[in-house]
């Protein structure tokens, strides 16, 4: 995945209310170089990672409606499913 689907992704993750404008930052930081080795390779699953991680430092019933939205815009963008 480039920079340039991986900026859509996340402006889009906003816009489902996936993360909120102020994680923007963390997101990106969290790709732009991954806390965990398995991630460094740019893909789809790097990209997710990057959001779970920041989803870790928001209360878990927040955590858990995000995680939910983040799935189906992945889900929508793998084309598992019709994006709303």
Do not use: Y
């Not at 340039?4 to 170089?33: E, F, G, N, Y």
């Not at 991680?53 to 995680?67: D, I, L």
């Amino acid at each position: 995945m480039d920079d340039l689907k991986a900026h859509d992704l996340v402006i889009r993750a906003v816009d489902c209310q996936a993360i909120t404008t102020s994680q923007i930052p963390d997101v990106l930081d969290q790709w732009r170089h991954p806390a965990h080795s398995a991630f460094w390779e740019r893909t789809a699953w790097s990209l997710f990672n990057a959001f779970t991680e920041v989803h870790k430092s928001v209360n878990p019933h927040t955590a858990m409606r995000r995680g939910e939205a983040l799935h189906g815009l992945f889900d929508a963008t793998a084309g598992l499913v019709l994006a709303s």
